[in-house]
């Protein structure tokens, strides 16, 4: 395959993928990401070819859909750069990024180096914020089958990954554990001022729903 548009053929590919996913890892997540990721690229630079690439492809086979299929995925990614003709530098680059910028229990990152996978990361934590974030939290709980708010539980601060993966926290507690976090782990100071809005946001949220459910409005 070597004709056409590798960004648009790529867009095609994910959508077909992960159009009927329901985790919050689906096509449109993924549709917004890319063009998070191509705003920032405007004012931060880097190559937007390995950045569209990345961002398109950063959930095909998460972890949380296939918790065993880390490689499998990786393969799938691959197979697919490797169709479009990419040498082995910029495929590696691709994966590189991918593994690299996933949120995992804690504020400590791992391998985020390169301006390319700052900006995928910046873009992926972006679409966890905001109304969409919100909307996105309880999409996930609901198909996890997890509660929605427990007074009981409270939220908790991982000490490592394997920490944050095991627990079935409340959907609320998932605000506290990582959402209202990732603001301050941003890496560019174009995500950080697109943030702003969208983190006090979440402020905004968490304050209306205990302020209902304590009955004080
Ligand atoms: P991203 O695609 O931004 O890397 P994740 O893969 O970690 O995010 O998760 C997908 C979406 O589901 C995100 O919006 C995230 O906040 C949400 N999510 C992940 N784990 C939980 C959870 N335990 N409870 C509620 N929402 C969650
Ligand atoms: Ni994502």
Redesign the pocket.
Known sequence: MTSGDPIQKTAAFVKDLLISDH???DWW?CFR?WRLAKKIWEKEGGNLQVIELAALL??VG???IAPENEVVSENIIREWLEKLQFDERIISEILSIITS???RGTKEKQGVISIECKIVQDA??L??IGA??IG??????GF?G?IMYDPAIQPVQYSSFEHYKR?????I???Y???VLLQEMLNTDTAKLIAESRHKYLHQFLEQFHDEWELRK
């Open positions: 985790s919050g890892h997540h990401v950063h959930d998460d972890y949380k910028i996933s949120f992926d934590f679409d966890a969409i974030g996105r939290a309880f999409a996930y709980g996890k997890h627990r079935n926290s409340s959907t507690n998932h605000f554990e990582k959402l």
